[in-house]
Every structure is written in structure tokens, then in C-alpha cells.
């Protein structure tokens, strides 16, 4: 093993704050993804780290089982480094020590800075990821004031509110990145966390620099990539949780967002199954979808006093299959979903959102005056036009059989045109003025 290698390794340690002495047990049983310790099933816990000696130094794991005579250890690093006979120690939960001096750094999913930048300051609180917990419902505050995207889309359809909770659902390559980096440039939030869960590694520096841009002097970006362990890449969205958690104690209004829950559940799934569960819906175990939902209710509105966590989740669907259980199970716990769709995307439409699949179960409260009852006209003559799209490149449709119809016939495709939206375009404040005065300067008489 490499210098560097160990190095990280007495880095995870320590951020863990070990104790010096602990319990210990040997090491009974090594398989190619875990090992089992005898002699601490009476002391341990579900998620306690284990550090175990190896020939390189101390490998860290979390515990995933616990039986009579032994407990099931998943390492944090890829491999496996025990060997059978080895001393294993019991250090206890791991935990993060957030501090507003990591707003602008990257970091992993132990809270280990990894952009090159030097050390970072230490909070002095410390929060455990995994343990974290939801208020209590009826000790949470309300849904907080309206907040603007810049992205007019969703501004107008899918519009949110501060501590509200939303799925980005979609396949890949269909600009679910660049939407998130432009989320993440919204105005009326205090920080933004970012949590890049099984990404490739060559995309994490182009989001951080390119996607991010000026906005990252407010950012915290946590990343496990996808040649991370399953432990690490299950963690990273935890911790991303957890530093969002301590932020909005502090009174911050916070902007979080996963990309994607999806590989959350597939890590979750490899943990799981190593842990022995069997396999249930399409090879993932019961707690996957047990996990989920504890993770995705603790962002929201925090206690009376104290700030809010909106979370935005991006979903990854396999083949495109919307009912895939993953995307079904979170669709049914969050405030709202954007759904891409990747017939928009290959017309050119950016972002491409389905208007007609996509709802945000709080715009209400964010809608004012007459702003609900345009988007219902806008949704009728774009669900109109999409009905008939068929029958009009079949031939059918002849101009002045029906009013409606040729009304939408007209506005949809100029709608289309307004909507499309780059990253670098000014940003639009007002986009239900936007709108109406585009589609007027569209509609009207020509000559």
C-alpha cells in the first residue's frame, strides 16, 4: 500500500477523534467486501467504526451486523485489508465538527478537505451523520416565504418555498447537471451543500469550477465518486445532511442537493446485502427503503427560530422507467417532482422539464393573485397541443374546426421558445411578466 494511502487512512481516524484505549476483539472471518469480529457483539452497535490493524496500519469499517458471537464489519476503503487473527478496536460513531470555514471547499465523506486547499477549521459541535433526526413534527415550523430559482420554469409551474423538498427525476444525459448548477446560483438562500454522490471523477472538478462558478464561495461540495466504496458513497449524502443540519441551526435558510438518491439506494443496497438481508423488489433489501425516507425528512423547515433546509433530490431513472421502486417510493415522500424528459431534450428545449408530469405540491403558496389561474391556461393549452400532435402530423387537424385548439396551435410553440433557458442567460426576476409579454409580442398580428 502507498504512503498516501496510509496516510488517508490515520486522516479518517482522526477525524473520527478515536479514543486511545478501547475495546477490542480479533478478527474471525474475512470475505473479498467485509470481515467479522469476534469478541465485541456485547459491546457494539449498528453503525459504530470499527478500526482493525492491517499490514499497511489501521483499516477503518462500520459495523453492519451484530450476532451472538460475532459482528459483520464493511470497510470504508475499497478492498479488504484484514487478515484473520488481527486486533479490532471499537471507536464508536463517526462524527463531523461543520464550521462556516467550509463554505467555499470540498470535502469527502468523513469531512476530510480533499480539493488541495489545506486543513479546515473545526466546528465546535460535533454531529454524528447517521444519527441524525427530523424535528419532531409538530415542533417544526411552517413552510417558509417563496423563493426564486432564476429558472423559469420552474419558477412559474414548479415554483418553490424555503424548506420544501423536490425530486429532480430523470435519465442520463438529459442536462439534470446544469439545471442543478443552476439551482444552485438561486438567490434567497445563506449556503448551498452539495452532495455529488457516485459522479465520475472526471465531472466533479468541471461541476465544482464550470457548474458552480461564482457561487462557491457559499458551497460546500461533498463527494464520494463511483470508485469509492459502497460505505463512502452511502455516507457522503449523510454527511452533506448532517453539515446542512448544523448550518440551519445556526439560522441559515439552506439549499441542499443530492445527486443522485438513486446511487445512494445502490450503495445502501450493497451494504444491506452484505449485512445479510435478501432481496425483495428488484434486488434491493427491506431497510433500503426504510433509509430513504429518514434521510429525506430530516431536510425541511427546522424548530420555530432556527433556519430551513430545502432539499432538492435528483433521481436517476434506469432505462428511463419512471415506476422504477426507488423513484416510486421517494415520488410519494417529497413536496413536489421535476420530471426531464428525453424527447424534449433531443428537440433542443432546455431545461427539459416536463410541464404536464411535473408538480410542486407547495406552489400554492407561492403562486399570487391571478399567477395560478395563468398557469392552469398555460398548462390546458400545452396538454391541448401535446394531445393533438398526432393527429396533426397525420393530417387531421384543419384550422378553425376548433377555436381552442388553434389558440393553442399558435401560443405553445412561442411558450416553448420563451421557456428554453442557458446557464449564461441573464437571469429573469419577474417571469410571469417575462412571459406574458413575450407571448403578446408573439401573438400579436404581424405587418
Excluded at 55 to 82: H, Q, S, Y
Excluded at 151 to 162: A, G, K
Excluded at 420 to 436: L, M, N, T, Y
Amino acid at each position: 500500500m502507498t504512503a498516501t494511502a496510509t496516510e488517508a487512512r490515520l486522516s479518517a481516524l482522526a477525524a473520527l477523534d478515536a479514543p486511545r484505549l478501547a475495546i477490542s476483539g480479533r478478527v474471525v472471518d474475512v470475505a473479498p467486501t467485509s470481515w467479522r469480529v469476534g469478541g465485541l457483539s456485547p459491546f457494539v452497535r449498528l453503525g459504530d467504526c470499527i478500526a482493525c490493524e492491517g499490514p499497511d496500519g489501521e483499516e477503518l469499517g462500520e459495523v453492519v451486523r451484530v450476532e451472538n458471537d460475532a459482528a459483520t464489519v464493511k470497510p470504508f476503503g475499497v478492498g479488504v485489508g484484514a487478515q484473520v487473527g488481527s486486533f479490532a478496536r471499537r471507536i464508536g460513531p463517526m462524527t463531523i465538527a461543520p464550521h462556516a470555514a467550509w463554505k467555499g471547499r470540498v470535502v469527502d465523506a468523513f469531512g476530510r478537505p480533499c480539493d488541495g486547499k489545506g486543513p479546515i477549521e473545526q466546528g465546535a459541535q460535533r454531529f454524528a451523520p447517521e444519527d441524525g433526526e427530523p424535528p419532531r413534527a409538530l415542533d417544526r415550523a411552517r413552510t417558509g416565504r417563496p423563493v426564486k430559482t432564476n429558472v423559469m420554469l420552474i419558477d412559474v409551474f414548479t415554483p418553490l418555498v424555503l424548506g420544501q423538498r423536490i425530486g429532480i427525476f430523470a435519465g442520463s444525459g438529459v442536462g439534470k447537471s446544469t439545471l442543478m448548477g443552476m439551482l444552485a446560483r438561486a438567490d434567497g438562500f445563506d449556503s448551498v451543500v452539495v452532495a455529488l454522490v457516485g459522479e465520475r471523477g472526471r465531472e466533479v472538478r468541471e461541476f465544482v469550477e464550470d457548474t458552480l462558478g461564482d457561487t462557491l464561495g457559499k458551497v460546500v461540495a461533498v463527494v464520494a465518486t463511483g470508485d469509492e466504496s459502497p460505505m463512502m458513497r452511502r455516507l457522503a449524502p449523510k454527511t452533506a445532511m448532517a453539515i446542512a443540519e448544523c448550518f440551519r441551526d445556526q439560522g441559515e435558510n439552506v439549499l441542499l442537493i443530492v445527486d443522485s438518491v438513486t446511487r445512494l439506494a445502490h450503495a445502501a443496497r450493497d451494504v444491506a446485502l452484505a449485512a445479510g438481508e435478501p432481496p425483495v423488489s428488484r434486488g434491493y433489501p427491506p431497510s433500503v427503503f426504510s433509509e430513504l425516507p429518514m434521510l429525506l425528512e430530516r431536510a425541511g423547515p427546522g424548530r420555530e427560530g432556527s433556519g430551513t433546509i430545502t432539499g432538492i433530490f435528483t433521481v436517476l431513472v434506469d432505462g428511463d422507467d419512471h415506476n422504477d421502486p426507488i423513484a416510486d417510493s421517494i415520488r410519494g415522500t417529497l413536496d413536489g417532482h421535476i420530471v426531464l424528459d428525453r424527447a424534449i431534450a433531443e428537440q433542443g428545449r432546455f431545461p427539459a422539464m416536463d410541464v404536464l408530469k411535473s408538480i410542486s405540491r407547495l406552489a400554492p403558496h407561492a403562486w399570487q393573485g391571478s399567477e395560478r389561474e395563468l398557469v392552469t391556461r398555460l398548462r390546458s393549452m400545452i396538454a391541448r397541443f401535446e394531445d393533438t400532435r398526432d393527429l396533426r402530423l397525420l393530417g387531421g387537424y384543419q384550422r378553425g374546426s376548433d377555436q381552442t385548439l388553434d389558440i393553442a396551435v399558435d401560443l405553445v410553440p412561442i411558450l416553448y421558445d420563451i421557456l428554453i433557458q442557458k446557464p449564461e442567460d441573464p437571469q429573469v426576476r419577474a417571469p410571469f411578466d417575462e412571459i406574458s409579454r413575450r407571448l403578446k409580442e408573439g401573438m400579436a398580428p404581424k405587418g
